[in-house]
């Protein structure tokens, strides 16, 4: 038993599709959440700036007591989370773009990622997609410009629209009938991806899988909280303004406590 809260971060509010999924999977949870939106987006920075800001990210959340902390970014996770492991004695739950599951689930044998560049050139990444990919195309857009737009409230703009059509619709003329999100950011764009792809397509995220890994890690360190236990909170810290988050959360039934720090 271990009451302490889960610690979540990403390069701003991307991970709050994956926190959403683990309060809905873990409701006794208490959770406490990073969104480093001030050096959004990573998927732009060196590999060396990636692992900085994950160290630093990491010693917050200890510093703050949590018990377990999940990488809630693709690219943080792919460039980061080896140095991670082997540095913090806490246990880490990364994420990666959800490339096996769409290669068995694609009939044309075809799938599309959308993700980051740091994500798409990651030696982690090269090696999942050698692994589970055999005699599938994979067509890769990098997403330039969608993560500043999602962490500017501007996820239903005409400039997001005429991105997400310019990334997607040559993924559809070779014929992917599974489209990735590598991205933690993306999932908030699914109702506008499902206007360009239509009905056909299967749009996969982690976001479940990495609740259900959660959950498993906490279980098997038994480091779960008890059903009991009724007095958990979730705090979510952002190094910028606070407007997206309170507008991207709006209708979460989970409550929560926004705080506005810099770290």
Wanted: contains cysteine.
């Amino acid at each position: 038993m271990n009451t302490q809260p889960i610690g979540i971060f990403d390069s701003g509010i991307g991970g709050l599709s994956i926190w959403k999924e683990i309060t809905s999977l873990l409701p006794h949870e208490a959770t406490i959440y990073l969104a480093d939106s001030a050096n959004a987006p990573y998927g732009e920075k060196s590999k060396d700036e990636i692992i900085q800001l994950c160290i630093k990210n990491t010693e917050k959340l200890i510093a703050l007591g949590c018990k377990l902390i999940v990488v809630a970014c693709n690219t943080a996770t792919t460039n980061a989370i080896e140095i991670l492991r082997k540095n913090y004695a806490i246990s880490f739950i990364g994420i990666e773009p959800a490339i096996k599951p769409a290669g068995l689930k694609s009939s044309t044998k075809s799938i599309g990622i959308l993700a980051t560049k740091g994500t798409l050139n990651s030696r982690l990444f090269s090696e999942t997609a050698r692994k589970y990919l055999h005699g599938i195309t994979i067509v890769e857009k990098i997403g330039k410009g969608l993560v500043p737009l999602i962490e500017t409230n501007q996820m239903y703009s005409d400039k997001m629209n005429t991105l997400l059509e310019r990334y997607i619709h040559p993924m559809l003329q070779e014929n992917i009938d599974c489209l990735v999100l590598g991205c933690t950011h993306y999932p908030f764009l699914i109702p506008q991806i499902k206007k360009i792809t239509g009905p056909t397509i299967k749009i996969i995220d982690s976001g479940r899988a990495v609740a259900k890994q959660t959950k498993a890690v906490l279980i098997l360190e038994n480091m779960i909280t008890p059903a009991e236990h009724i007095s958990q909170t979730h705090k979510i810290y952002s190094n910028t303004d606070l407007n997206t988050i309170e507008n991207i959360l709006q209708d979460t039934p989970t409550t929560f406590i926004l705080i506005k720090e810099s770290f």
